[in-house]
């Protein structure tokens, strides 16, 4: 069976395109298709053989998605098991064609590379599914090779495959020196010369040969110059003043649109641009090419103009101040480190060195971190229903919390916690991502690097009964003027935003004894959580919140 899609932006619609070939009698179609489906099977089988290989990834050539990068690990055919690039399961049976791919991707997508409000850019390429009795390989083109096994350690955990080059020392953020921000800005902002044409501008953006959110607006950058006469000989660069950088299925969604509500905070095109944790490696590129630090303040230059625009003139004559800041609020950028083994600076290791927090601290040592959680078994839950639609039982949670724990317990011991928490292998060995709720290993990295006063860490369950107050504390950490009462009003009128599907609700809550698993995994990992912050409130007791 062979399906072809065309390219759509936004949800996928798929259409299946008849060439005209097949539009003659029902034997020449008949006759075709036959001969399609066997040379797919020859090649197949001659270029994706698995047996007895090392273990590796594999990817296909579906292109253009945030949140594709489908690959496969294990020895046979019959090991592998599928799943994105983020470490999210696929699972497809026999017969499944695109449609069936694409249902299950649908709600993959709001976590990783995308608005979480469902601003979804994405396409697939002309797809193959081969019916078989062994699990099915959504394939187009397979390239062994994408990544290869680590030479020096080949152990059953696939600790650290290598593909750095130890020679460079050191990765492009770190051969980067301090940037001089202009001192008449709050936000993180420089002056540089702009000498290309504008219709060379944003040409070679990754992010732009992906989303057509971010097409559009470097569109509207372009525009506004060639209406004022030009590209100006020097432009506003800004990067952003504040991270809202985890955690997923926690309210980060729906804290980000009543904090950016606020009249002096400009957002970029997207949510979650998921530079620091996913796309600079090239997560939404299919690891086809890695996006460049410069193609991440790309996105932030139609942020900078507005940021420009607002002057706080002072009263006694000194230069004007430009009070209005931006954000980035990608929830992988607190944990997700799947691609750390690809930076010089961590070759050969079998943990990183250096992590997204040593990158971004490198950068901007001032920035404002803000960190959202709830209790990790509910977390868990959530994004279980969210990000899945097959196979979506109280009972298959529970078998899938219970491989997930004893797959990473057995790495722990092994080759110890934290080289286990950023291992991709270890995490996709079940549907479920456990390693997430681990808040306490990823916050001792962050505050090993920012001191305290830059780290605000906030309970879903305070910000769910208390939204007004936690609102507030945000404005006060990010140093934002008081709002008005009318204004207090303006920002809670905001929609709620990702809230628990209908299907989801009729589902249920977990089995108990599911929850009694969770709760005892996660809660020496609660309490170091709360030496580490020094809030009880991280123990979670009080199920009535």
């Excluded at 060639?226 to 952003?240: F, I, S």
């Excluded at 929850?515 to 170091?528: A, C, G, Q, S, V």
């Amino acid at each position: 069976m062979k399906l072809r899609s065309e390219y759509i932006s936004g949800r996928a619609r798929w259409l299946k395109v008849c060439p005209p070939v097949l539009r003659g009698s029902l034997f020449l179609r008949f006759g075709v298709v036959s001969m399609l489906s066997v040379f797919i099977i020859v090649v197949y089988f001659t270029c994706a053989s698995f047996d007895s290989t090392p273990a590796e990834l594999v990817e296909t050539s579906i292109e253009g998605s945030p949140n594709q990068g489908i690959a496969s690990y294990g020895n046979t055919i019959e090991e592998n098991k599928f799943f994105l690039s983020h470490d999210s399961v696929i699972a497809l049976k026999p017969g499944d064609g695109l449609s069936e791919l694409e249902d299950q991707r649908s709600n993959l997508q709001m976590d990783q590379g995308v608005d979480s409000d469902g601003d979804v850019d994405f396409s697939i390429s002309e797809t193959s599914v081969l019916e078989e009795e062994k699990p099915a390989v959504v394939k187009a083109s397979v390239d062994k090779g994408v990544v290869t096994p680590n030479t020096t350690n080949t152990g059953r955990h696939g600790i650290a495959p290598v593909r750095c080059d130890p020679s460079k020392k050191v990765s492009e953020l770190f051969h980067m020196g301090p940037i001089k921000f202009l001192p008449e800005f709050k936000n993180p902002c420089w002056r540089e010369k702009l000498d290309i044409p504008i219709e060379d501008m944003y040409r070679n953006n990754g992010f732009a040969h992906y989303s057509p959110t971010y097409r559009k607006a470097f569109g509207r950058i372009k525009d506004r110059w060639q209406k004022e006469g030009g590209v100006p000989e020097y432009r506003l660069r800004c990067l952003p003043y504040f991270f809202l950088a985890g955690q997923p299925k926690c309210g980060s969604t729906d804290l980000y649109k009543k904090l950016v509500a606020h009249p002096d905070i400009v957002t970029p095109p997207i949510k979650e641009s998921h530079w620091w944790g996913k796309n600079r490696y090239g997560w939404c590129l299919n690891y086809t090419a890695s996006i460049p630090f410069q193609d991440y303040i790309d996105i932030y230059d139609e942020a900078a103009a507005q940021i420009e625009t607002v002057v706080d003139n002072t009263a006694d004559g000194t230069e004007a101040f430009h009070p209005v800041i931006t954000g980035d609020a990608s929830v992988s950028t607190l944990w997700s480190n799947d691609d750390w083994w690809k930076n010089n600076e961590n070759c050969g290791q079998k943990a990183p060195k250096y992590t997204n927090a040593h990158h971004l601290h490198h950068l901007l040592p001032k920035a404002k971190i803000i960190v959202i959680l709830r209790n990790p078994t509910d977390r868990l839950y959530s994004d279980f229903l969210f990000f899945h639609t097959s196979s979506k039982t109280q009972q298959v949670f529970h078998e899938e919390v219970s491989k997930a724990i004893d797959s990473l317990n057995e790495c722990i011991l092994d080759v110890g916690l934290r080289a286990c928490v950023y291992n991709a292998t270890i995490a996709a060995k079940a549907r479920v991502r456990l390693r997430i709720g681990l808040y306490q290993v990823f916050l001792e990295e962050w505050l090993s690097l920012f001191p305290r006063e830059q780290l605000l860490v906030i309970r879903l369950e305070d910000y769910a009964l208390r939204p007004l107050t936690t609102m507030k504390t945000v404005h006060k950490f990010l140093d934002l003027r008081m709002l008005s009462q009318e204004e207090n009003e303006e920002v809670l009128e905001q929609p709620k935003m990702n809230t628990r599907r209908k299907s989801d609700r009729r589902l249920g809550g977990m089995l108990p004894e599911t929850r009694e698993l969770l709760d005892h995994f996660y809660r020496p990992f609660n309490e170091e959580l709360v030496k580490l912050l020094g809030n009880e409130g991280f123990l979670w007791k009080d199920e009535d919140e």
